[in-house]
T-cell receptor
Framework: DVKVTQSSRYLVKRTGEKVFLECVQD?????MFWYRQDPGLGLRLIYF???????EKGDIPEGYSVSREKKERFSLILESASTNQTSMYLC????????????FGSGTQLSVL | QKEVEQNSGPLSVPEGAIASLNCTYS??????FFWYRQYSGKSPELIMS????GDKEDGRFTAQLNKASQYVSLLIRDSQPSDSATYLC?????????????FGKGTRLSVIA
């Protein structure tokens, strides 16, 4: 059974903290993605990666960075957390070949106080 | 114009009726179209994909695509209360392996027993 695992379901951080959100997939997928989901704004793409050590900016990369040192792991980093980064963060992966089916993790609800 | 647009709803239909969910997109070069379902508090999951003009049926679900009108729809026949969820329309920007999906904001469907 396919699995995308996000390290935390709920996370509370202080303004200015450096925050790491981890995502691991066990499907040998090349492509991995970080989205955030906010009420009324839908799913917005932050960053994605189509190979190890490769990264591409999505639609809202400001204030975020990513790391992909191994194929199965894609980390989202908030360098200095701010209150406007309070959101649900969703990681997803896919093979990207043919049928573009995204598999999502269960999400991390991040609150920045 | 937003890249992928959906009515936010809520769309309320009685049990057993046909629910019709609509989506328009702005990029004419888009080739691949997807419908994801998201239950409250859960992650999105793929329910339908469509790549060519016309209808595609899968059980109670029918996806319809009209590229000339840049319009995608999802019909749910014999709607059940378990179909109550938010339905996300997603479009692949270009027909290659590494470009990401763009999501609409979703339409919330409520099926009344």
């Amino acid at each position: 059974d396919v699995k995308v695992t996000q390290s935390s379901r709920y996370l509370v951080k202080r303004t200015g903290e450096k925050v790491f959100l981890e995502c691991v997939q066990d499907m040998d997928h090349e492509n991995m993605f970080w989205y955030r989901q906010d009420p009324g704004l839908g799913l917005r793409l932050i960053y994605f990666s189509y190979d190890v050590k490769m990264k591409e900016k999505g639609d809202i990369p400001e204030g975020y960075s990513v790391s992909r040192e191994k194929k199965e792991r894609f980390s989202l980093i908030l360098e200095s957390a701010s209150t406007n980064q309070t959101s649900m963060y969703l990681c997803a992966s896919t093979t990207g070949q043919g049928h573009f089916r995204l598999f999502f993790g269960s999400g991390t609800q991040l609150s920045v106080l | 114009q937003k890249e992928v647009e959906q009515n936010s709803g809520p769309l309320s239909v009685p049990e057993g009726a046909i629910a019709s969910l609509n989506c328009t997109y702005s990029d004419r070069v888009s080739q691949s179209f997807f419908w994801y379902r998201q239950y409250s508090g859960k992650s999105p999951e793929l329910i339908m994909s469509i790549y060519s003009n016309g209808d595609k049926e899968d059980g109670r679900f029918t996806a319809q695509l009209n590229k000339a009108s840049q319009y995608v729809s999802l019909l749910i026949r014999d709607s059940q209360p378990s179909d109550s969820a938010t339905y996300l329309c997603a479009v692949k920007r270009r027909n290659s392996g590494n470009t990401p999906l763009v999501f609409g904001k979703g339409t919330r469907l409520s099926v009344i027993a």
